[in-house]
Each structure stands twice: as structure tokens, then as C-alpha cells.
């Protein structure tokens, strides 16, 4: 005789006990599959956090470095600048006139009205001590300005006398005073023995 399995269980409760079952094993999947996402998802946004932090400084560093190197560059300039004008002073007063004799003749012939921005020595190279200048400044007007032209170029120590340039700049306002445009200028010439 053969034991046969008598399920004393009814129908509708073992099938709502399959229905919970089901249930369960999906929602914990589920409950799984989204743990499992929101962990992907917090480990790739704090990931994202870091590599924005760390691009920001490296674009610092990188803003660092270029300020540092325009630093560097407009250094280099100057010490070059400086470099040549002392070995341009130095071929000068290797010549028979020193730069002081050369300013203090340019002084005897500025007028009262014409003044030097900036002077340049440099010295040509030639044995005869000569050195080449250019004269940037500002006069009140024209006249002036030709005045002091005229009288370098009656002295035979400087040579080759040439207007570079000359701009009249527009009346400006100073305060309660108005103040005429001024001519900016640009001479060049050659000083060798006077």
C-alpha cells in the first residue's frame, strides 16, 4: 500500500500563502535593487564632488602660475632694459663726453616752456665716443617746441637733430582751470664731440 500526501490545507489559504510568498521574495529584490542603486548613485555624486574640487584647484594653481610667469616675463624685460642702458652708459663714459656733460647741454638749450619725459643714451659703437639719444617730452605749444629744435641743431655737438614726432593733445580740464593742449614730441640725434 502506497502513503499518499493529503493536503488538509484549503485551496484559497495555500494560494494567498503563494501570493505572500511572491510578494515578499519581489519586495525584497526590490527593496534590494534600489539599495543597490542609491549606493551606486551617492558613491558617483560624492566621486563627481571631488573631481569638481579638485579641477577648481587645479585651475588656481594653473591661474597661480600664469601670474607668476607674467611676473617673471615683465622681470626679465626690465632687467634686460636695465642691462642694456647700463652698457650703453658704460660705452658713453668710455667716450670723451659723460652723460652728465651730455644732460647738462641739453638743460642749456630746453626753453622754460618745453620739458623732457624721458632721455636714451645709447651708445653707437663708433671710437669717436658718440651716442645716440631720443628725446620724448611735452611743450606748451609749436613755437616752443621749434624754439628748442632750433637751438639743438645750431649746436655742433649734437648731430643729425630729427622731429620722430609731435601730437597736440586736446585742452583738458584741471580743476576750475582749463588747461591748453600740450604738443607731445620725439627727438632723435646723435651727441659725439662737441
Known amino acids: 500500500m502506497a502513503l499518499r500526501e493529503i493536503?488538509?490545507?484549503?485551496?484559497?489559504?495555500?494560494?494567498?500563502?503563494?501570493?505572500?510568498?511572491?510578494?515578499?521574495?519581489?519586495?525584497?529584490c526590490m527593496a534590494l535593487f534600489t539599495g543597490l542603486v542609491s549606493v551606486i548613485y551617492v558613491a558617483q555624486?560624492?566621486?563627481?564632488?571631488?573631481?569638481?574640487?579638485?579641477?577648481?584647484?587645479?585651475?588656481?594653481?594653473?591661474?597661480?602660475?600664469?601670474?607668476?610667469?607674467?611676473?617673471?616675463?615683465?622681470l626679465q624685460a626690465d632687467q634686460d632694459?636695465?642691462?642694456?642702458?647700463?652698457?650703453s652708459l658704460i660705452a658713453i663714459?668710455?667716450?670723451?663726453?659723460?652723460?652728465?656733460?651730455?644732460i647738462a647741454k641739453l638743460s642749456d638749450h630746453m626753453n622754460s616752456e618745453?620739458?623732457?619725459?624721458?632721455?636714451?643714451?645709447?651708445?653707437?659703437?663708433?671710437?669717436?665716443?658718440?651716442?645716440?639719444?631720443?628725446l620724448t617730452g611735452l611743450a606748451t605749444s609749436n613755437e616752443h617746441l621749434g624754439d628748442f629744435l632750433?637751438?639743438?641743431?645750431?649746436?655742433?655737438s649734437f648731430k643729425g637733430v630729427t622731429l620722430k614726432f609731435a601730437n597736440e593733445s586736446e585742452d583738458e580740464q584741471h580743476g576750475q582751470k582749463a588747461?591748453?593742449?600740450?604738443?607731445?614730441?620725439?627727438?632723435?640725434?646723435q651727441s659725439g664731440r662737441g
Open 45 to 74: 555624486t560624492s566621486m563627481l564632488r571631488v573631481q569638481r574640487r579638485s579641477l577648481a584647484q587645479t585651475k588656481e594653481i594653473e591661474q597661480v602660475l600664469v601670474a607668476r610667469i607674467q611676473v617673471q616675463k615683465r
Open 7 to 28: 493536503n488538509l490545507v484549503p485551496p484559497d489559504r495555500a494560494a494567498k500563502r503563494l501570493l505572500a510568498r511572491h510578494l515578499c521574495f519581489w519586495a525584497a
Open 150 to 156: 632750433s637751438r639743438l641743431s645750431a649746436d655742433r
Open 81 to 87: 632694459r636695465l642691462n642694456q642702458e647700463k652698457s
Open 179 to 189: 588747461v591748453k593742449g600740450r604738443v607731445r614730441f620725439q627727438i632723435g640725434c
Open 93 to 102: 663714459r668710455a667716450g670723451s663726453r659723460s652723460a652728465a656733460q651730455i
Open 114 to 134: 618745453t620739458w623732457l619725459s624721458q632721455l636714451s643714451l645709447e651708445a653707437t659703437g663708433e671710437p669717436r665716443g658718440e651716442a645716440r639719444l631720443l
